[in-house]
């Protein structure tokens, strides 16, 4: 089992940078890809970054001139570093760990943590 806990969301003004991290636990060594994900009122579930477990990246064309996507070195906290944030960065961010058996494929998904950025 994996189990992924999101934290350092929170208020950022237009402008402003957060960084997000997700604590990875469980039998992390399965795990063939991570990324971050977000969704806003009313909207869809959104793909932001995914980092695999070699190393490489993708970010979403959308955000990333803003956004990064990083682990550490033990490959147990991903992060997720938000500059010139702006309104519609506002949602709920979703930590998410991936991997495939065979045909099998296995989701995991942290809780969440909200993101607002206001005056």
């Known amino acids: 089992q994996v189990r992924l806990v999101e934290s350092g969301g929170g208020l950022v003004q237009p402008g402003g940078s957060l960084r997000l991290s997700c604590g990875v636990s469980?039998?992390?060594?399965?795990?063939?890809?991570m990324g971050w994900h977000r969704q806003a009122p009313g909207k869809e579930r959104e793909l932001l970054a995914t980092?695999?477990?070699?190393?490489?990246?993708n970010v979403a064309d959308s955000v990333k001139d803003r956004f990064t996507i990083s682990t550490n070195n033990a490959k147990n906290i991903i992060y997720l570093q938000m500059n010139n944030m702006n309104s519609e960065d506002t949602a709920v961010y979703f930590c998410?760990?991936?991997?495939?058996?065979?045909?099998?494929?296995?989701?995991?998904w942290g809780q969440g943590t909200q993101v607002t950025v206001s005056s």
């Open positions: 998410h760990a991936f991997r495939k058996v065979g045909i099998v494929t296995y989701d995991y």
């Open positions: 469980g039998n992390i060594d399965v795990i063939q890809v």
């Open positions: 980092i695999a477990r070699g190393g490489s990246t």
